[in-house]
């Protein structure tokens, strides 16, 4: 059965830093993978998705994320942190015709 | 613009009351889904339907109920049956299977007291 770890409940990082948030997940077969970012009280906006065309995946806002498969990792990098990152991140996992497992999320801090 | 609306944005009900919560798309999406998020815990999903008229339960499908009349609706009604009630609740949609990206809605606080 697929399901994810996000390692970390907080993460917190000082502005210009880089941003590395864990993912591994578990799968039987090659998985789809996503990272969502939440912002307080909002609904969640896709950052990235990896569906096997690419093993690095680049997303919006400066997000990239690199597919490992001897791993089972997704992890989630921004170069350099700003304040506007201070968010919770979800990593999320679906196996072809299986419904989308969540992560229990990461919130980041993003320190002046 | 396209997009997905949940009404209201804060509910407030008394222990023992039904309550319906609003989800509402015009991306002319097939599949919706409800999902609830309790701190540190993720998303769990309680209901999705990929078709109208088609509807299956989640993970935490006990105590809630759902209806797809028509593709760009899809209430959630939180019965008295359901515990726990207090949360943050999430609607989404996608053109189609588990593999596309989901589209999610700001979503509806619910508090039972």
């Known amino acids: 059965a697929q399901s994810v770890t996000q390692l970390g409940s907080h993460v917190s990082v000082s502005e210009g830093a880089l941003v590395l948030l864990r993912c591994n997940y578990s799968?039987?077969?090659?998985?789809?993978l996503f990272w969502y970012v939440q912002y307080p009280n909002q609904g969640l906006q896709l950052l990235l998705k990896?569906?096997?065309?690419?093993?690095l995946v680049k997303g919006i806002n400066g997000f990239e994320a690199e597919f490992k498969k001897s791993e089972t990792s997704f992890h989630l990098t921004k170069p350099s942190a700003h304040m506007s990152d201070a968010a919770e991140y979800f990593c999320a996992v679906s196996e072809y015709g299986n419904k989308l497992v969540f992560g229990a999320g990461t919130i980041l801090r993003v320190k002046s | 613009d396209g997009g997905i609306t949940q009404s209201p944005k804060y509910l407030f009900r008394k222990e023992g009351q039904n309550v319906t919560l609003s989800c509402e798309q015009n991306l002319n999406h097939d599949a919706m889904y409800w999902y609830r998020q309790d701190p540190g815990q993720g998303l769990r999903l309680i209901y999705y339907s990929q078709i109208v008229n088609d509807f299956q339960k989640g993970d935490i499908a006990e105590g809630y109920s759902v209806s797809r009349e028509k593709k760009e609706s899809f209430p959630l009604t939180v019965t008295s049956a359901q515990k726990n009630p207090t949360a943050f609740y999430l609607c989404?949609?996608?053109?189609?299977?588990?593999?596309?990206?989901?589209?999610f809605g700001p979503g509806t606080r619910l508090t039972v007291t």
């Open positions: 990896y569906t096997s065309a690419a093993t």
């Open positions: 799968s039987s077969v090659p998985p789809y």
């Open positions: 989404a949609s996608s053109p189609g299977g588990w593999d596309y990206e989901q589209y």
